[in-house]
């Protein structure tokens, strides 16, 4: 018997094949096991955590059956992705030709957008009110006047010129762009945002604009951030849906802890104290004004660092500064009818209430037991521009609950990356999410599904343990490791990407590497990133090195790339705050805190550097780890098992020899 759930996974198959000829493609075994899993999932309600490896076409994989449900029930599905680049992509490129190809076999043309924040689009009403101040506590009919001199005056006028000429009001087809503080200017974030009933431009307005075609769309493109504030906040910011597709999944929860983290910082209070300045009477504003400072004083003087304890003082100036920003938000009317003042007041009043609310936030943090305790709190001192800021954070412990009642409760979600499969299996992942509620409480639960790559790992590359270097210190790359490197890049002939554990590391090594190699040596920090990648992609003997946040950045396939290096096993700082309390209170609770939280980082943070090799079915190479604690650790086993198969082994000569025979051969 034919069962409804067959007819649909029927017709995804068939859409895909049609999609896969009519876009020049090959038929992938993987691709298809992936589409159909997803309809499945569409159809029966069950999560999906799909691991899919480069090549795999997993963005056809999803978009098929996404298409194909959306247009069966007129219901939206809703695609996150984590990078700016691959949002682009879907709605550029992979939609409109998608589209293209099903259109004589689907009812109609499906529809897609792409939708952001608010706060990437212009505001009409403050360009054309401009009711907030500066920084600098200039009024903004100064820098809006054609008489501005400041290169913050000049990008204002050129953006209200922009906003005469713009479609859309997006900030990323402004070319070029401009500074955040100048895009500030004429932007509002959606608590910032007056409404559309009281806007003078709400009919005209290009976030109300977006909204709505995204609401017409059958499939809304947007990123995690935003997936983030839509589920955690009390007000919608996407068009309803019950289906989601996650790609860069990997990425989600960190995401999201970024949306759930609330700061404290002399910028922040200074802000809030400028837009109500005008608005509440002298002593209000002096009364914030002097908690601000007493607050800003002692962040200062603080350690950076995790608190565990609230002193008295501590927290004397936190209810101090929480109270007069209720003052002084009590005093501020919301009501008039004025668009300029509604904004100028709304403004105000969101800021105080971000000060309140993370003042209070973080003195409730302390009531309970540390065991017992949700939030984490701490303090961060930034460099920037010569100058040392000082902020307060606070962060939930985990997001996994936030995504299993705010999001997962009420959505189909199908979840994807290329490296989800953490020691071997989504244990890892299914936990951060919140998912692994769902097997003991709900039906119908989640499943995993590994659909491969279309590489053959072990022919096409060699994972290289460097096992009998000394296991890497504190004090950076050591002499022997650098010898290593040496040798490893001129048996390569160049053709190398080096992932070091931090910018000071990636730094000392580029120096002496130029000083001992005769082939190039870029580094990440001396001119953009996109500049360096088309530097190294362009000539074969170039090599890269830089820092963490180019793990997910390069895509270099063919032989400019032969050789990535990681420096050493990527476990999170000692110090760092948020992540060492939530592997202390998995120990508290009688679990593995180091291998739950820091050996699942590192993992995961490996999978994605060692991803960077084979972008291509026709690439070779090797991915060589510097850090003898991968072959000799107790935990070697499970951080090698979240790698690709690759060909193994701790033999420096035959890496060497490999290399030599690769750099010939290209």
Known sequence: MTTPDSVTTNLVTKLLAVAVEGLGGTSRTGQIQMAEAVAHAFESGEHL???????????????????????????????????IALQRQLVDRDLPRLADSLTDVLPRRPRFALLKGRGNYLCLNKVHNGAATEPDDRPQDELFSPMAVSALGRDVQRLIEWSSDTETGDRDELVPGVPDRSWGQVSVSARECIGVSRCPFGTDCFAERARATAGAADVVVTNHALLA????????????????????????????????????SPTSMGVAHRRMARLVDAELAQRFEAATA????????????????????????????????????????????????????????TALNDVSDTATRVLTSFVPAIPDRTDVVWVDHEESRGTTRSILRVAPMSVSGLLRTRLFAHTTAVL??????????????????????????????????DVGSPFEHAKSAILYVAKHLPAPGRDGTGAEALDEI????????????????????????????????????????????????????????????????????????????????????PFPRPDDPLLTAR?????????????????????????????????????????????????????????R????????????DRVRQALLRLRRAS
């Open 486 to 569: 040496a040798g490893l890049i001129s048996a390569a002939g160049g053709r190398t990407l080096g992932l070091f554990s931090s910018m000071r590391a990636a730094k000392a090594a580029a120096e002496v590497m130029r000083e001992r190699l005769t082939t190039p040596v870029l580094r990440q920090g001396e001119d953009t990133t996109s500049a360096l990648v088309q530097r190294f992609s362009a000539d074969p003997e170039t090599s890269l090195f830089g820092t963490l946040s180019l793990w997910q950045g390069v895509d270099v396939p063919g032989p400019s790339l032969s050789l990535v290096i990681i420096d050493r096993i």
């Open 294 to 349: 007493t607050l800003s004083s002692m962040l200062f003087d603080i350690p950076a660092g995790r608190i565990d304890v609230l002193d008295e003082e501590f927290a004397t100036y936190l209810t101090a500064l929480r109270d007069a920003a209720n003052a002084a938000r009590t005093a501020i009317d919301t009501s008039p009818s004025d668009p300029k003042a509604a904004s100028a007041r709304t403004e105000a009043v």
């Open 49 to 83: 955590a799909v691991q899919a490896g480069t090549g795999t076409g997993k963005s056809l994989a999803y978009l098929v059956p996404a298409i194909a449900r959306s247009l069966q029930t007129e219901q939206p599905v809703v695609v996150s992705t984590a990078t």
């Open 229 to 264: 504030i839509d589920a955690l906040s009390d007000f919608a910011v996407l068009p309803e849906y019950e289906l989601l597709v996650v790609d860069e999944a990997h990425e989600l929860a960190d995401r999201v802890t970024g949306v759930a983290t609330g700061e404290l």
């Open 641 to 652: 098992a979240s790698l690709p198969p690759f060909w193994a082994t701790t033999d420096p």
């Open 583 to 639: 592997q202390r209170a998995i120990s508290a609770r009688g679990g593995n805190g180091f291998m739950a939280i820091a050996a699942n980082h590192a993992a995961l943070l490996l999978a994605q550097g060692a991803g960077r090799l084979l972008r291509h079915t026709d690439d070779r190479g090797v991915v060589a780890v510097l850090d003898s604690r991968l072959a000799t650790a107790r935990y070697g086993g499970y951080l």
């Open 416 to 449: 994807t990356s290329a490296t989800l499969t953490l020691g071997g299996n989504f244990d890892a992942m299914a936990r951060n999410w919140g998912l692994a509620g769902f097997e003991e409480n709900a039906e119908p639960g989640w499943r995993g599904l």
